[in-house]
């Protein structure tokens, strides 16, 4: 009951700001006018039709409730929001908890001959109150990655245009965590439960006009890359297949990271040198066409750990897992199996085939990048079975491999002695491709010397 | 005559030296030379042959298939086989403890969730600084031993038989508070 009336408080609080906005019209006789049919049937129609990138906000998920409708004209109206996971919520920089059901609407207008939707989030900041919102509105395009956001100051607009934003984007302002849900991965009788957020930076307000909030600006948060997301379109596509052979499939692991828009995402994990991991997805947007967008990079703020997303459908899947070890480390066992535990759940059946082909971990170490593709299938399924006992032994035998190769070779760099392990345990499982970090990518398979039995990079020929 | 009887007496000579080997490994130093500990004497270890045999009973590794394949030194203590591995810093790398924990722990064992499955610390003791790790149910501990001084590296393993995990955890505390620098 109290959420409700949370929620009708930050309702006509929003419509009192749009009101505002609007030259003072008398809105309250409007509320609970009925939404016309065609609004609702466009949205829908849209939803089912369109496909983007979504944003941070619209990969919220939520549902249009079509029962809280407020008519502002025949060309304006505002529709509340369901989030349908009770889990989300934002926090802001005081560490305040939001939750996202009783912050965000719908707003649709009419132009240019059709219906355009946007999805919004209020943030309050300290002194907002229900009658005179304080803070920030994020919009964005409800199906377009478009995104920005608008300040408010006890009820007044502060900035007269919508700035725009990127997820990731570094400008100067204040960093906020969003997105952030509760993840849960089960496997074998073990589950381990991890709340992810999503980062985003906000442009603090200095756009002029009276009554912005004093105080000294937030320090940004200095975990998240500058200008991810900059750059080349986040789209490219692969014209390489990727084969199990390990000279075969060189050719594929070397184009999936030079190619610009892949390569913008990789040099910016390269260059976080701080000690927690960050991390992005690789997502095959196009299954016929082979076309592949990046996530925003982001940290769960762990030096030795980070969750993994996944996503499939008929829009597409994830099929690349990309992360950074700020230490001296070659990939660990769990890195060559990065999203076998979602394989199973993998719908429609038919991109199963898909991802195991185009599978990849890639891992940024202090010294060199790896990149982990499947060279057994079955083997690698197979793990899948009672992973976390497998992995445990794995773990443990990797460690025994690794200290064995350091007494025997006492100038080895740690990640030879892992590279050593590696190959010992899972060579005819996955292939592991190296490159140097700096310089002219060129990646090649890692084997082990016949006569060293030492690690070392093959050299295919062309 | 004489010379057969020569042969088959540097035959001999030359089958026991070999069976006599207490140390192996590139660049290793006695570890009886650096440090002082009641469990770690020059005369109590074992040769390479009898610490095979109890090695491969134990473990396997496919670096260490036959005796000269080993490295370091052994000692039986109480059923326990503890190899030590001794190098001058200078012939070998120095290691950063605090970095070595992330990256040879379980991933994401600095969060806790591994608290239950492996362990490890990285602590003072006497004048030398240790880094021990080890799985709870495996029967290999670990430690690495670098001195305050920064002299000496020494690179350790408990291994002890399945029914033994226990005690070995326990034990070595009592091993590394008896290892002194001198």
């Known amino acids: 009951m109290r959420s409700n009336n949370l929620f009708s408080i930050t309702f006509i609080s929003l419509v009192s700001i749009f009101f505002i906005i609007s030259c003072n019209k ?32 619209t990969q919220i998920k939520y549902e249009p409730d079509w029962d809280r409708v407020y008519q502002e004209s025949d060309s304006s109206l505002f529709i509340g929001i369901n989030v349908l996971d009770s889990l989300e919520y934002i926090r802001t920089e005081q560490n305040q908890n939001y939750a996202l059901a009783k912050r965000m609407f719908l707003t649709a207008r009419y132009y240019s001959g059709s219906w355009h939707f946007q999805t919004n989030l209020l943030i309050p900041v300290k002194g907002s109150r229900q009658e005179a919102f304080s803070g920030t509105v994020i919009t964005a395009d409800a199906f377009s990655p478009r995104i920005g956001y608008s300040e408010y100051y006890r009820g007044e607009y502060i900035n007269k245009k919508m700035n725009s934003i990127r997820s990731g984007a570094k400008v100067a302002g204040t960093w906020i965590t969003t997105n952030c849900r509760s993840v849960t991965a089960s496997m074998g009788g073990y589950s381990s439960t991890t709340t992810v957020c999503d980062y985003i930076y906000i442009e603090s307000g200095n756009g002029g006009g009276s009554g912005q909030p004093n105080g000294p600006l937030p320090e940004p948060d200095p975990r998240i890359p500058t200008d991810a997301g900059d750059g080349p379109p986040n789209l490219y596509k692969l014209t ?6 390990p000279c075969a499939g060189r050719a594929s692991v070397n184009e999936r990271a030079n190619l610009d828009s892949a390569k913008l995402f990789l040099n910016k994990i390269v260059t976080l040198t701080d000690s927690v991991e960050y991390a992005y997805e690789t997502f095959m947007s196009s299954i016929v066409h082979k076309e592949l967008q990046n996530t925003p990079i982001r940290t769960d703020g762990i030096r030795d750990e980070v969750q993994w997303n996944m996503k499939w459908g008929d829009n597409g ?76 032994t794995g773990i443990q035998e990797y460690k025994y491999l690794k200290d064995d190769y350091k007494n ?37 398979p890692l084997q082990l010397d016949s006569s060293t039995n030492k690690p070392s990079s093959q050299n295919c020929n062309p | 005559m004489k010379f057969n009887i020569l042969a088959f007496l540097l035959l001999f000579a030359f089958n026991c030296t070999k069976a006599q080997t207490y140390i192996q490994g590139e660049k290793v130093v006695p570890l009886a030379n650096i440090v002082n500990s009641e469990f770690l004497s020059a005369t109590k270890r074992l040769s390479m042959t009898q610490a095979f045999d109890i090695y491969s009973q134990r473990r396997s590794s496919p670096l260490f298939k036959k005796p000269s394949d080993l490295v370091g030194e052994f000692w039986l ?26 990256s040879s722990g379980p991933q994401g064992a600095s969060t806790g969730k591994y608290k239950n499955q492996y362990f490890d610390t990285v602590k003072t003791v006497n004048n030398y600084n240790v880094f021990i790790s080890y799985f709870f149910t495996g029967n290999i501990k670990s430690f690495i031993v670098q001195d305050k001084q920064s002299r000496y590296k020494l690179s350790g393993t408990i291994i002890s038989t399945n029914s033994d995990i226990k005690k070995a955890e326990v034990f070595m505390d009592t091993l590394l508070n008896s290892i002194t620098f001198k």
């Open chain 1, 26 to 57: 008398e809105v309250y006789d409007k509320i609970h006018t009925p939404i016309p049919q065609q609004v609702r049937s466009s949205y829908e129609s849209q939803a089912k039709e369109k496909y983007v990138e979504k944003n941070f906000l």
């Open chain 1, 240 to 245: 390489k297949k990727p084969s199990t052979d």
């Open chain 1, 317 to 392: 899947l994830t099929v690349g897992f990309v992360h950074s070890h700020p230490f001296e480390s070659a990939p660990t066992p769990h890195d060559l199996f990065n999203g076998l535990s979602g394989y199973n759940q993998i719908q429609p059946v038919s991109q199963r085939a898909v991802f195991t082909e185009y599978f990849s971990s890639t891992i940024v170490t202090e010294n060199y990048i790896y990149v982990v593709t499947i060279k057994d299938a079955n083997k690698w399924l197979a793990m899948g079975t009672n992973f976390e006992e497998k992995i445990q």
């Open chain 1, 408 to 444: 025997k070779n006492p100038t080895a760099l740690q990640s030879e002695a892992q590279e050593f392990a590696l190959l010992t345990l899972y060579k005819d499982v996955v292939n592991i491709y190296r490159s140097n970090k700096s310089g002219i990518w060129d990646f090649k």
């Open chain 2, 77 to 102: 203590v109480d059923n326990l086989l503890i190899n030590i591995v001794s190098r001058e810093l200078s012939a070998t790398r120095k290691e950063n403890f605090q970095e070595l924990r992330y």
